[in-house]
């Protein structure tokens, strides 16, 4: 198990989880934003 962890680098692939998690949530927020149902900023 040790040599399947050497393969890949593990901060890296956790940077990268979090990054495109971080993107993958403004992109839903941003959808949301765009409806008149869910834009919670304007208002009803």
Request: hydrophobic letters at 65%; zero cysteines; proline letters at 5%.
């Amino acid at each position: 198990m040790h040599k399947v962890w050497m393969m890949f680098n593990p901060p890296l692939i956790l940077a990268s989880l979090l990054g495109g998690l971080f993107l993958l949530a403004l992109f839903i927020h941003f959808v949301l934003l765009s409806t008149a149902e869910f834009n919670w900023l304007t208002g009803a």
